[in-house]
């Protein structure tokens, strides 16, 4: 990894698109050029899911809500095990393989179409040969995240990453109340869970946003929301923290008991 970004180019093999069937229907894998890096995208329908830098920083999450993720580093002493729901381009454990390779990752994609192209384009075979260097580990399970979830051993994790998105759509089995007493249980006393929601145009009222918080809140004794907006790739993430200790957050979004939703339930689903 020693060419510096500005001299990198890819090569022609590299600029070529790549047609993927997956379980939510057709991807496309392409090669991009903006604000002065090379990314490569997986999209389907049209939606971006993940992404990758190329060249010497194509380990570097591509986007601002990825690097978010790794505030969980700063809000939970002595990570060692880290349970990621939902892989895409596996951008997050990608970040953890560089910075902090010492730590075992477990890396839950339902879909092994989108595994196999994390290997062959997103560079997931190298991010689990440098934790496996340090002494650490990029366990890549295919299955269902809320089973892992139901089955995970008690206190087993010291952070829990949720991610999931069919297409722009998130995986609302992820974010009942079940669903968030069996991560609370997951985790050790002093972990964190994070999740990443996306602001819909068709939910103004950002009603799964005010759900998954009251879900939360019913479940943990800490909940703290942030707002990343990322100026490069023009678009916004809500981050909701979850823990049993206070959560250090200054750029946290105030809220009441008026803001929260409707807990989800497996029910209603």
Known sequence: MA???NSYFPSPA???????RTQSGLALVHTTHAHGVWQRILSTGGVWQSATLLGPRRMDPPFAYHRAFGRIFDLTPNVQRILAIGGGGFAFPKYVAEKHPGVVTDVVEIDPAIIEAARRWFYLD?????QRRAGGKLNVICADGRQVLDNATPSS??????DAFVRDTPVRSL????????AHQAL??????LANVVPDENDPGNGFLRSVAAGLVATFAHVAITLVIDRQNVGENYIVFASGNALDLPDAIPFDETFLGDVLRDGAL
């Open 157 to 162: 994790y010291d952070a829990i990453v949720l």
């Open 188 to 193: 050790s006393p002093s972990g964190v869970l």
């Open 175 to 182: 974010a009942t109340a079940k669903a968030f007493q069996a």
């Open 14 to 20: 590299e600029l070529l698109p790549h047609a993927v």
């Open 126 to 130: 190298e991010a689990c040969e440098l």
């Open 3 to 5: 060419d510096s970004p």
